[in-house]
């Protein structure tokens, strides 16, 4: 078949095309995701021995496929070889080619994808942790074949069974969120029953999951947003509170900034705190999750408790940090770094999908040419939850009503906004 696939059409099992529509980001058009990602018809991917090639039903949007756009803080083209870039590190969908050395995948199976690679061969693939491999990326941003088009490749120890419960969309919506949360909290911060966390972004997409992992944990969310409606969501996934930071306009560090300002700051984050503690029944909290970086950071050091933990896998307002480091020693906390997870701690973290322990928040559904909207919205933060493009579904909720479709057939309802 020489042309590409119709797009939200399942056509039949194992028809490969030679070119598929994709949305391509190129190193002449960096920026804005509204115009740096373009529909555009390429070449399928070569499908190695140890690959896969997965029909993409649906794609979730994260915040790398912004990065990504924008080239900053790094071009993704100085990351792979490719004179193109197709971005999306989440996917669910059907498998459509297995390489020659794939045992535990067949083609017809339906997956959801995790995005880490590594090479498999290292010591420390077999020994320590993939994520310490020389060779490790993450999929559809360090590397290229991501999950916005219609084939995607990816390594055959990425794929793990999509949860039955779920539609398609909803199953592309929490791979990288949401295993990332579960390796930061579970193993990085090992969060236990009793403590309490505070989730920054607690309605974005690490942090719907971040207080959903808390209830299942025993251990107790304070979630910070920016509305009362993203609040509400967050009681509704479990937290036992939740504070608006547009009620402390102070609170957020922003360079340069000047002693008389910094004084400002400080009373603002204990004001903070003491907010924390009416929630809490007089707590400091044990552990922070942090992601939002330049901005908040001081203000997660000085308010987690003596000994408490700060955990962090990103920087979305700046990753220059600048703290008072008196706050870290003297009270004797630890800063964790944390990034994705890896294969084992994906397959426990989806177990709790299967089982309905933990639910996917889907905001928005978009068509595959609606991808550059999508990341716009999340680069100016007017998301909540998860965005999902919608690549080859259409055409399998018809086929199959209740898949697909946002039902819910045998298990609890996921979250729909
Ligand atoms: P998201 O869906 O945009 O959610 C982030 C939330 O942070 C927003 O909903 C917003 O909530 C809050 N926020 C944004 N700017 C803020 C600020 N200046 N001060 C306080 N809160 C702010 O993004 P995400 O998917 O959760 O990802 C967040 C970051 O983590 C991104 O930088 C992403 O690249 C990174 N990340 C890293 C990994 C990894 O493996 N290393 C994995 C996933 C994500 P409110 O406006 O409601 O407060």
Redesign the pocket.
Known sequence: MSGPLELGRVPELGTLPETMLAVVIRPDREGDPATAMRVEEVPVPPCGPNDVLVLVMAAGV???GV?AARGKPVSVFKMHQDPFHIAGSDASGIVWKVGSSVRRWKVGDEVVVHCNQSCGECPECNGLDPLACPEQKIWGYETNWGSFAQLTRVQSQQLLPKPRNLSWQEAASYG??YF?AYRMLVHQAKVSAGDWVLV??A?????IFAVQLCKVLGAHAVG????EE?GELVMRLGARGYLN?KDYPGL?YAAPETPERERERLIETRRFGQAIRDLSGGKDVDVVFE??GR??FPASVLLAKRFGKIVI?????GYKLDFDVRHLWMRQKQILGS??CNAFQAERANQLVLEGAIRPVVDQVFPLHGTPAAHAL?AA?H?TGKMVIDVQAGAAAEKAPGRGAGLDLDGEQPVLM
């Open positions: 994260n915040f790398n990065w990288l969120t990332t920054w972004g309605a974005g997409g690490l942090g910070v947003v920016s509305s993203k930071r957020c992601h939002v901005e908040t896998c990103g920087a979305t307002s990034h994705f999340m933060n998301h």
